[in-house]
Structures are given as structure tokens and as C-alpha cells.
């Protein structure tokens, strides 16, 4: 079993810059890609970007790419997402999950093994 707990949500101003945190106990999460999503209300989750085992790939949904960067730290068995030029469309909550296999482009959340509670991102205008 993977637990996965993120950080670092919280209320920001449009243009403005978070980043979040997710961090595994439990089993390992270093040989899994690990993914993030996000939810707004009323709307399906939604795929955010995710980040291989390694770290030396990363695959973005287009409604982030150059805004937003995922990266790892194995040794500390965190990933991140750093989030600039905030927009009022990014307020969600979001989700880390690790991914079944090392390597993932899936932006399908049924093919996540393992999910975190989430973390709630406020952008206002």
C-alpha cells in the first residue's frame, strides 16, 4: 500500500505562483511515475501532468504547459508542482497518484493505482 499526502494548497492571486507537495509512506513510490490531476466543483478530474520515475520525463495537459513543472525528489520520496501565472480557471482541488508502472503519459485517472486526499488551490481574481 502507497499512502500519499499533498501540501501546499492554499489562496492566491492571479498571476501569482504555489507550489505543491506530495509525499509517499508506505510502500516506495521511486519506481512509479507519479501523476497530478485536479478537480474543480462540478467538473470531472482532470488531467494535470505527470512526472516518470526518474524524473527525466514529464508530460503536461496543454492547458499548463509553460506555466507548470512537476519534478522529484527520490530521496525524500516527494514530487512536486510548481504552478506559476496563477489563473482563475486553476482553482481545484488537486490530487497526486502514483501510476502502476515507471513510465506513464496516461491522463486517464482509472489507470492510477494509489490516490492522496488533495489539496485545495484558490486563485482569485
Known amino acids: 500500500q502507497v499512502q500519499l499526502v499533498e501540501s501546499g494548497g492554499g489562496f492566491v492571486q492571479a498571476g501569482g505562483s504555489l507550489r505543491l507537495s506530495c509525499t509517499a509512506s508506505g510502500r516506495t513510490v521511486k519506481t512509479r511515475a507519479v501523476g497530478w490531476f485536479r478537480q474543480a466543483p462540478g467538473k470531472e478530474r482532470e488531467f494535470v501532468g505527470v512526472i516518470s520515475w526518474t524524473g527525466a520525463n514529464t508530460y503536461y495537459a496543454n492547458s499548463v504547459k509553460d506555466r507548470f513543472t512537476i519534478s522529484r525528489d527520490t530521496a525524500e520520496n516527494t514530487v512536486y508542482l510548481q504552478m506559476n501565472g496563477l489563473e482563475f480557471e486553476d482553482t481545484a482541488v488537486y490530487y497526486c497518484?502514483?501510476?502502476?508502472?515507471?513510465?506513464?503519459?496516461?491522463?486517464?485517472?482509472?489507470?492510477?493505482?494509489?490516490w492522496g486526499q488533495g489539496t485545495q488551490v484558490t486563485v482569485s481574481t
Open positions: 497518484a502514483a501510476y502502476q508502472n515507471p513510465y506513464s503519459r496516461s491522463a486517464d485517472p482509472a489507470e492510477y493505482e494509489f
